[in-house]
């Protein structure tokens, strides 16, 4: 582990700002008034290129996808644009590389380095607090379902290039052996009763995503975290942003982690109803697909738990642990519940 790691959250923060300084020399312009966004994982600067254009800088965390990983997000992402589904533009380094890979001191091991057209709107909301209060929440989630339906239709034709490489949200990405984001029942924190409940509900999930199938109609590539903090809302319009958790996995999957930080939502139902609505009318539904709906909730709620027992000890993973085991659980049960 690099000294990096060992230091404090605003020595991290400092490193990274010159880092974001000494990044921006691989692309053309001047840049200026370099600011942090988000630093969960991946550290997001915004910029200002002297001829106004604002950017996203996103120096991503170390490990976590490889270079040819990242370089096929950011074409797919170049596809989907070019099919008429507003993401954010990719700014090609000098050269016209997608991404470069730097090295500076203040770090230790190299990283990948992107960059992105800003945006302009508001977020929805936050994962930790579900949507903002006072927002319009039929147009929210009927456009967040059609935009989902048709990422999912312009997937199932694309033709990927030769070197496409995304992970998996499949079943074994999800209940295998060594799931994507980690071996949630492996959670130190969980009692030996919510333990049994989840492997309960590990086992019956795997027939039941057997039995479900995937094909072309339920399964392919998905953005995989429209949360509410990756919505952006600009008037009439909504966009998506931050596609680094994309990857293969089910349709119904999106569906559910659109749902999942919504659950304790007293306008739950509405947001369902509409999210489902939204999608159904670009990209029908069938009974069995929203059959399923209580299955991805459960496998969603554990990926989650998988995540925080690979990050034991990190400020987010203490805040949410709590409220995170707590759902999964209940999200097992129902679905238990509905299987017998």
């Known amino acids: 582990m690099s000294e990096f790691h060992s230091l404090n959250h605003d020595q991290q923060v400092a490193r990274l700002h010159d ?23 991946n550290a997001v600067f915004s910029a200002h290129r002297e001829d106004g254009q604002r950017v996203a800088l996103r120096i991503h965390r170390h490990g976590y996808h490889c270079e040819a990983a990242l370089r096929s997000e950011l074409q797919w992402m170049e596809a989907l644009a070019q099919a008429g589904i507003t993401v954010p533009q990719i700014i090609r380094a000098r050269g ?17 380095v992107d960059m992105l057209a800003w945006l302009p709107g508001a977020t ?23 935009i989902a339906a048709r990422i999912h239709l312009h997937a199932a034709q694309w033709q990927q290039p030769d070197e496409f490489v995304r992970h998996a949200w499949d079943e074994e990405g999800l209940i295998g052996n060594q799931p994507f984001w980690g071996r949630f029942w492996e959670l130190e924190q969980l009692s030996d009763e919510q333990r049994q409940l989840l492997q309960d509900a590990r086992r019956a999930a795997r027939h039941d995503l057997r039995r ?17 903090e990756n919505l952006l809302i600009e008037g009439p319009q909504l966009r998506l942003i931050d596609f680094d958790d994309a990857g293969f996995g089910w349709h119904m999957f999106e569906l559910a982690t659109a749902l ?79 299987t017998r």
């Open 19 to 41: 880092f974001a300084r000494h990044a921006l020399e691989q692309w053309d312009g001047t840049f200026g008034d370099v600011q942090l966004v988000k630093f969960r994982e």
């Open 96 to 112: 016209e590389r997608h991404l470069v890979e730097v090295a500076h001191a203040d770090i230790g091991e190299p990283r990948q």
């Open 124 to 146: 929805a909301g936050t994962s930790e607090n579900g949507v903002q209060a006072g927002t319009e929440i039929d147009f929210l989630y009927a456009e967040a379902g059609a």
């Open 212 to 228: 479900y199938g995937r094909h072309l109609d339920n399964f392919g590539m998905i953005h995989a975290d429209l949360v509410p």
């Open 260 to 338: 999942y930080f919504c659950l304790d939502d007293p306008r739950f139902e509405q947001i369902q109803a509409a999210l489902l609505a939204g999608y159904h009318a670009v990209k029908p539904l069938t009974d069995t697909d929203r059959q399923t709906l209580a299955l991805f909730l459960m496998l969603r709620g554990t990926t989650y738990l998988g995540w925080i027992h690979t990050r034991q000890g990190t400020p987010t993973a203490i805040e949410m642990a709590p409220m995170l085991i707590e759902r999964a659980c209940r999200l097992a049960r129902e679905y238990l519940q509905q």
